[in-house]
């Protein structure tokens, strides 16, 4: 185009000086030019016309040439830009393998140098910061998420991350502020509600959590995830109960237990601790009575394994068998039950009624170690040793005889005392006695 345009100019010059070589034979005339009340000059008109087509075309020469100019050099300064960017995004890929092959100083390095080459390129500035963050440089960290936010404050990625940093660094409540600045543009956003949830649990806050749940569950169509989230609101509500319990303000604790119990009546944290407020305020025949009712309404062996401390102490193993027996009745093939039965009897010293029991496991398709450790520890109490050495050599890992550990149903995660919430799941309710798969060696 510029060269066309070249053309073009040339080409009205030549005309404009042939146009000027006609007109000159009929313009021959002179013209006065007054430069002040001294100077007065006479010009031919040909001369006058000349000049100032010269003028006009130096001008346009100027014009174009210039113009020419400034693209050569905006193309140059184009080119070199370019150049810059490319590379910053040579160093900025090798950044990324390097951080996915966990080698963080050298990562570190090649993002610097993709920053020099593009100051504007927030990724980088993030990936920088993340990998000081893998190196345990939460400063630098720091340092470069702010950078990115300077760029972009709207920047979602970098303002969630710095708050995982504020988290991390012990400044939960600043990182409940950068949660709580994407929530207002994006209130349903899925890994900040979670982040919140958390963040709000840490500070024990289950009055602004239980509000958070009522709304994320009002959000949600029905399904699973509005089952999983529900869950949640229960367990937070029971925490809000416990918050109560432990400090002592019994009423409202029991209130607030009573309330969960009637959204779930098979919650088993709200029966064991209405349970132990009955037992501190001195009603331990009413924990009792409840604690077995709690056993009838969620099939759960929490209440019992309670109930069998409370009334061995309370010198009443006959109304325990009862219970027991009570329960078995109710469901006769649940051979968790009937495993507690006979540890009962073999607390008790009932040793006939104890083998009875663990007899009849011997044709289950399921194989229980502890059945043949109690059996054996029978045998031994009657002084038959040898069916007693016969029992151990038909085990090879003994653990503690007479415990069976806690098993969480959701994760499978075990643990030697009774835990109302998963530390691992972190699911409420959710810990049961599970012999096939915690008694199989």
Same mark, same amino acid.
């Given at each position: 185009?510029?060269?066309?345009?070249?053309?073009?100019?040339?080409?009205?010059?030549?005309?404009? #000086?042939?146009?000027?070589?006609?007109?000159?034979?009929?313009?021959?005339?002179?013209?006065?030019?007054?430069?002040?009340?001294?100077?007065?000059?006479?010009?031919?008109?040909?001369?006058?016309?000349?000049?100032?087509?010269?003028?006009?075309?130096?001008?346009?020469?100027?014009?174009?040439?210039?113009?020419?100019?400034?693209?050569?050099?905006?193309?140059?300064?184009?080119?070199?830009?370019?150049?810059?960017?490319?590379?910053?995004?040579?160093?900025?890929?090798?950044?990324?393998?390097?951080?996915?092959?966990?080698?963080?100083?050298?990562?570190?390095?090649?993002?610097?140098? &993709?920053?020099?080459?593009?100051?504007?390129?927030?990724?980088?500035?993030?990936?920088?910061?993340? &990998?000081?963050?893998?190196?345990?440089?939460?400063?630098?960290?720091?340092?470069?998420?702010?950078?990115?936010?300077?760029?972009?404050?709207?920047?979602?990625?970098?303002?969630?991350?710095?708050?995982?940093?504020?988290?991390?660094?012990?400044?939960?409540?600043?990182?409940?502020?950068?949660?709580?600045?994407?929530?207002?543009?994006?209130?349903?956003?899925? &890994?900040?509600?979670?982040?919140?949830?958390?963040?709000?649990?840490?500070?024990?806050?289950?009055?602004?959590?239980?509000?958070?749940?009522?709304?994320?569950?009002?959000?949600?169509?029905?399904?699973?995830?509005?089952?999983?989230?529900?869950?949640?609101?229960?367990?937070?509500?029971?925490?809000?109960?416990?918050?109560?319990?432990?400090?002592?303000?019994?009423?409202?604790?029991?209130?607030?237990?009573?309330?969960?119990?009637?959204?779930?009546?098979?919650?088993?944290?709200?029966?064991?601790?209405?349970?132990?407020?009955?037992?501190?305020?001195?009603?331990?025949?009413?924990?009792?009575?409840?604690?077995?009712?709690?056993?009838?309404?969620?099939?759960?062996?929490?209440?019992?394994?309670?109930?069998?401390?409370?009334?061995?102490?309370?010198?009443?193993?006959?109304?325990?068998?009862? #219970?027991?027996?009570?329960?078995?009745?109710?469901?006769?093939?649940?051979?968790?039950?009937?495993?507690?039965?006979?540890?009962?009897?073999?607390?008790?010293?009932?040793?006939?009624?104890?083998?009875?029991?663990?007899?009849?496991?011997?044709?289950?398709?399921?194989?229980?170690?502890?059945?043949?450790?109690?059996?054996?520890?029978?045998?031994?109490?009657?002084?038959?040793?040898?069916?007693?050495?016969?029992?151990?050599?038909?085990?090879?890992? #003994?653990?503690?005889?007479?415990?069976?550990?806690?098993?969480?149903?959701?994760?499978?995660?075990?643990?030697?005392?009774?835990?109302?919430?998963?530390?691992?799941?972190?699911?409420?309710?959710?810990?049961?006695?599970?012999?096939?798969?915690?008694?199989?060696?």
């Amino acid at each position: 185009m510029v060269k066309y345009l070249s053309y073009m100019v040339v080409l009205f010059i030549l005309l404009v #000086i042939a146009g000027l070589s006609y007109l000159s034979k009929y313009n021959m005339d002179n013209v006065s030019i007054n430069l002040a009340q001294e100077y007065i000059y006479q010009l031919p008109k040909m001369t006058v016309m000349l000049a100032f087509t010269g003028i006009g075309m130096l001008f346009v020469f100027y014009v174009y040439t210039m113009k020419d100019l400034i693209g050569y050099f905006k193309n140059k300064k184009a080119v070199k830009l370019k150049k810059k960017l490319d590379d910053a995004a040579k160093h900025f890929e090798r950044g990324q393998n390097y951080f996915i092959s966990k080698r963080f100083d050298d990562a570190i390095e090649e993002f610097k140098s &993709a920053i020099l080459g593009n100051p504007t390129n927030i990724a980088a500035f993030i990936k920088l910061a993340d &990998a000081y963050m893998q190196n345990g440089d939460t400063e630098n960290a720091a340092t470069y998420y702010s950078q990115a936010l300077i760029l972009d404050n709207d920047n979602v990625e970098g303002t969630f991350k710095m708050a995982l940093l504020k988290n991390a660094v012990g400044k939960p409540k600043e990182a409940l502020n950068y949660i709580e600045k994407i929530l207002q543009k994006d209130p349903l956003n899925p &890994a900040s509600i979670a982040q919140k949830k958390e963040l709000l649990e840490g500070l024990s806050n289950w009055d602004e959590l239980i509000i958070l749940e009522k709304e994320i569950i009002k959000s949600l169509p029905d399904g699973k995830q509005k089952q999983d989230e529900y869950s949640d609101l229960i367990g937070y509500e029971y925490e809000k109960a416990k918050k109560t319990f432990i400090e002592e303000d019994y009423d409202v604790a029991k209130k607030l237990l009573k309330s969960i119990l009637k959204e779930n009546d098979k919650f088993v944290p709200a029966y064991m601790t209405s349970a132990e407020i009955m037992l501190l305020e001195g009603n331990k025949n009413e924990a009792v009575e409840y604690l077995d009712k709690a056993n009838e309404v969620t099939g759960s062996m929490i209440p019992l394994v309670r109930l069998e401390d409370l009334l061995i102490n309370m010198g009443r193993p006959a109304d325990l068998i009862r #219970i027991y027996r009570d329960a078995l009745a109710r469901n006769p093939e649940n051979d968790v039950l009937r495993f507690f039965i006979g540890k009962l009897y073999f607390r008790l010293e009932m040793l006939d009624d104890a083998m009875e029991i663990f007899s009849s496991f011997d044709n289950a398709a399921i194989y229980f170690p502890e059945i043949h450790k109690l059996r054996a520890n029978i045998y031994y109490k009657r002084g038959e040793f040898e069916q007693a050495a016969n029992e151990l050599l038909k085990i090879y890992d #003994i653990k503690g005889m007479m415990h069976i550990p806690y098993t969480c149903s959701y994760c499978g995660h075990k643990s030697q005392d009774l835990m109302h919430r998963c530390p691992k799941c972190k699911k409420w309710s959710t810990f049961s006695f599970d012999l096939d798969k915690v008694c199989r060696v």
